[in-house]
């Protein structure tokens, strides 16, 4: 009886863990409270595509659902101990941002997107599948002052190529 309890339970851990659509993070990046925004992102009309990690520890999270022109669209502002804050933007409209001196940049193959760096904030923007993603990173005074905690382009690409594989 012992063996086959323990068959059953080698079996129910064995299904769970193929059930598991989690990924690794990779080296540099960060998880983030992926239920609380899932479940922020079902009150849209659309469905934007979720990052599988961040390039910043976070210990909190806000959502905004707002309208701007007609179109809805969805914040996710997440902030660091630091308070440095990265927000992705998500719209099945446009997003009206000023842009300083974009950059074109390829994201993925067929997927190409602006960038820009300037001494406020770095953004990266790009369209797929009818949806504008904006991704906006600003860092705290305090690391600006020092602490160089700091996110690179290539840290946004990166992550913005993990919404799509």
């Known amino acids: ?27 540099g990046y960060h998880s983030y409270n992926v239920e609380k925004v899932s479940s922020a992102v079902e009150q849209l009309d659309f469905q934007p595509e979720l990052p599988e990690y961040i ?23 997440f902030y660091t101990p630091d308070n440095d804050l990265l927000t992705i933007q998500f719209s099945q409209g ?22 820009e760096n ?23 005074v305090a690391s600006e002052e020092g602490n160089e905690q700091s996110v690179t382009r290539q840290q946004l690409v990166e992550v913005a190529r993990s919404f799509h594989s």
């Open 1 to 27: 009886m012992w063996k086959r309890f323990g068959v059953l339970i080698f079996c129910l851990v064995a299904i769970s863990a193929c059930n598991n659509k989690t990924h690794a993070v990779p080296s």
């Open 55 to 77: 390039p910043i520890p976070m210990i909190s999270v806000v959502t905004d659902i707002y309208q701007d022109g007609g179109s809805k669209l969805m914040d996710l502002s």
């Open 94 to 115: 446009e997003i009206n941002t000023p842009w300083i001196d974009p950059e074109e940049l390829s994201i993925l193959e067929n997927l190409d997107g602006q960038y």
């Open 118 to 140: 300037n001494r406020f904030s770095k953004k990266l923007t790009w369209k797929k599948d009818g949806v504008t993603y904006l991704m906006t990173y600003r860092a705290s």
